[in-house]
């Protein structure tokens, strides 16, 4: 499977939200955030230019180690990090972020405060009046995540606009050759 742009931000973002999780270093997880936009927004198909032995061109805010971890992706599909980084946490945590309003700050609240494992401790935390208890969350917050469960196909997924647009340009020339 060919990876672009997109997928590169895609990990970049997912790096950024299990540190996160984890609370490590605001200013790397920053410099994940800020990775992801800059590779989701640049001109050209970093993939495509490093299977074609070209070098990668100096892009700011991209240093040595990102610009390594750009290389592994685009020639392996993956990223060590990332895969070291799911195996930190328990697997169930990062399906946590998969519900509409849990970020990386609330999902680390709820495992941190809650001991909020998995989706089922999830649902009984809310089914108890637990959630709301915590702060920045509340009783509104509390039934949209009962909603959220509720619904449980969870089809209000989070895209990244830039994946979200190299989607849909690649939908668009489809469309184009029939």
């Keep these: 499977?060919?990876?672009?742009?997109?997928d590169i931000a895609a990990i970049f973002e997912e790096i950024a939200e299990l540190l996160e999780i984890q609370s490590a270093?605001?200013?790397?997880?920053?410099?994940?955030?800020?990775?992801?936009t800059?590779?989701?927004?640049?001109?050209?198909?970093?993939?495509?230019m490093i299977h074609a032995g070209e070098?990668?061109?100096?892009?700011?805010?991209?240093?040595d180690d990102l610009s390594r971890k750009i290389h592994e992706i685009a020639t392996t599909g993956h990223c060590t990090l990332l895969d070291?980084?799911?195996?930190?946490?328990?697997?169930?945590?990062t399906e946590l972020l998969k519900i509409p309003r849990l970020g990386p700050k609330r999902v680390r609240?709820?495992?941190d405060e809650l001991h909020v494992r998995d989706i089922a401790a999830l649902r009984t935390a809310a089914e108890k009046g637990?959630?709301?208890?915590?702060?920045?969350?509340?009783?509104?917050?509390?039934?949209?995540?009962?909603?959220?469960?509720?619904?449980q196909g969870m089809q209000e997924r989070r895209f990244r606009r830039a994946l979200a647009a190299q989607y849909e340009i690649g939908r668009a020339s489809c469309r184009e050759r029939v």
């Design 1 to 6: 499977m060919p990876v672009h742009n997109a």
């Design 25 to 36: 270093n605001p200013f790397r997880i920053r410099a994940y955030r800020n990775a992801a």
């Design 38 to 48: 800059t590779v989701g927004e640049f001109g050209r198909d970093l993939a495509a």
């Design 55 to 63: 070098k990668l061109p100096k892009i700011a805010g991209i240093g």
């Design 84 to 93: 070291r980084l799911h195996k930190a946490l328990p697997a169930t945590v």
């Design 109 to 111: 609240a709820l495992y």
């Design 130 to 151: 637990q959630i709301q208890a915590l702060p920045g969350f509340g009783p509104k917050t509390e039934q949209h995540i009962l909603q959220a469960l509720r619904d």
